[in-house]
């Protein structure tokens, strides 16, 4: 059986290099979080909770995780 040069798809180095840079992201984000949390352990539970779920729900806005998934799938970043 051979394969079809037409169907042949050659497989790129972004998704490897952007799988990386997100790992590398994530453990930055959470030594980043991870050093506040000393300030925000000492604030009242009530407040503790919003402020790990907007931790957690900001990197993906802030940091250019959206753009980084565009980029590896098209090679462009918009």
Do not use: C, N
Not at 37 to 66: D, E, H, R, T
Request: glycine share 6%; hydrophobic share 60%; aromatic share 12%.
């Amino acid at each position: 059986m051979s394969i079809d040069p037409r169907h042949y798809h050659q497989p790129s180095w972004r998704k490897p290099a952007g799988m990386l840079t997100i790992v590398v992201l994530i453990l930055l984000w959470a030594v980043m979080v991870g050093s506040l949390s000393p300030f925000i352990g000492a604030l009242p539970m009530w407040i503790q909770v919003p402020v790990y779920v907007v931790l957690g729900i900001v990197w993906i806005w802030v940091l250019p995780l959206k753009r980084l998934l565009a980029w590896m799938e098209t090679g462009r970043w918009r």
